[in-house]
């Protein structure tokens, strides 16, 4: 009889579906967002550092998803790598759009 964390995890197959489409999501928005923000001029900064954190989300949902159907402690490691990265690139951002103005 299986266990009920057991049962709630995904096969192999369908999280390296999901989880390619959500990282490959992550670069659209990410490429958007560099794009906007090259057009925008003056509010680069905060535009880039807005989209940027959006994709890194997704990213982060990538991780989760892959994750969730591999359940070792290097997938928890990098993980938790994606989010520690994503905070520091997010605030180092935000800081820098503040002080831009």
């Known amino acids: ?13 369908l999280a390296s579906i999901l989880a390619t489409a959500t990282a490959g999501f992550a670069c659209l928005v990410i490429f958007a967002g560099a ?13 880039l550092a ?8 997704f ?4 991780g989760l998803i892959r ?4 359940d ?5 490691a990098l993980t938790s790598a ?3 990265v994503r905070r520091t690139i997010v605030f180092g951002l935000r800081q820098a759009a503040r002080a831009a103005g």
């Open 50 to 57: 807005t989209y940027l954190g959006i994709g890194l989300e």
């Open 59 to 62: 990213l982060l949902a990538a």
């Open 82 to 84: 994606i989010i520690a």
């Open 35 to 47: 794009i906007s923000a090259l057009r925008a001029g003056r509010h680069t900064g905060t535009l």
């Open 72 to 76: 070792t402690f290097t997938m928890l």
């Open 1 to 13: 009889m299986e266990t009920p964390i057991a049962a709630a995890r995904l096969s192999s197959d």
């Open 67 to 70: 994750l969730a159907a591999i």
